[in-house]
T-cell receptor
Framework: RKEVEQDPGPFNVPEGATVAFNCTYS??????FFWYRQDCRKEPKLLMS???SGNEDGRFTAQLNRASQYISLLIRDSKLSDSATYLC??????????????FGSGTRLLVRP | AAGVIQSPRHLIKEKRETATLKCYPI?????VYWYQQGPGQDPQFLIS???????DKGSIPDRFSAQQFSDYHSELNMSSLELGDSALYFC?????????????FGPGTRLTVL
């Protein structure tokens, strides 16, 4: 079982739709949480950090439930440019006060005209 | 804003050859991470360095080694290359800032082993 689990999708939605992605993590020691976006053959790019009870950035809202070890990402008013793979990422404590990112397998989003 | 720089962007090697990948972190970032992403897979943590010392180790094969230099750039050295080493190799950097430690990724080096 992976440490970070995501629905792989793909989610195929029309422009303007609202779409939600879910993610669960297994390590209760995970300290911080992120959503990264990755376009095909490109590097992961930070979309949002998720702290405490969650946060909002424009059309994007991320929620964290530590008790359930569950993270979500809501995208409102989807744009064609939102088409990408969305990676749920947790920051786990490693050795020597360092942290390392553990990635989910990603959820693929396709926004159609 | 300056980003993480990786070189080369593409590399083609034969089996059993060696390869060196370079990473230049964002200015004033003191921590460097290396990740490997195979085709259709999520990035896997290999190794990290803080202030030129190895700080954590993940699923890095013994054939690979890495170091961070005094100017904070890092190199990943890969020897006895195998077909399965073909992947995207990402470097990320951050500042050692406690819980946040947001990592920013470079564009990656695409390694193809023939």
């Amino acid at each position: 079982r992976k440490e970070v689990e995501q629905d792989p999708g793909p989610f195929n939605v029309p422009e303007g739709a609202t779409v939600a992605f879910n993610c669960t993590y297994s390590n209760s020691a995970s300290q911080s949480f992120f959503w990264y976006r990755q376009d095909c053959r490109k590097e992961p790019k930070l979309l949002m950090s998720v702290y405490s009870s969650g946060n909002e950035d424009g059309r994007f809202t991320a929620q964290l439930n530590r008790a359930s070890q569950y993270i979500s990402l809501l995208i409102r008013d989807s744009k064609l440019s939102d088409s990408a793979t969305y990676l749920c990422v947790v920051n786990n404590p490693g050795e020597d006060s360092s942290y390392k990112l553990i990635f989910g397998s990603g959820t693929r989003l396709l926004v159609r005209p | 804003a300056a980003g993480v720089i990786q070189s080369p962007r593409h590399l083609i090697k034969e089996k059993r050859e060696t390869a060196t990948l370079k990473c230049y972190p964002i200015p004033r970032h003191d921590t460097v991470y290396w990740y490997q992403q195979g085709p259709g897979q999520d990035p896997q943590f290999l190794i990290s360095f803080y202030e030129k010392m190895q700080s954590d180790k993940g699923s890095i094969p013994d054939r690979f080694s890495a170091q961070q230099f005094s100017d904070y750039h890092s190199e990943l050295n890969m020897s006895s290359l195998e077909l399965g080493d073909s992947a995207l190799y990402f470097c990320a950097s951050s500042t050692r800032g406690g819980l946040t430690d947001t990592q920013y990724f470079g564009p990656g080096t695409r390694l193809t082993v023939l």
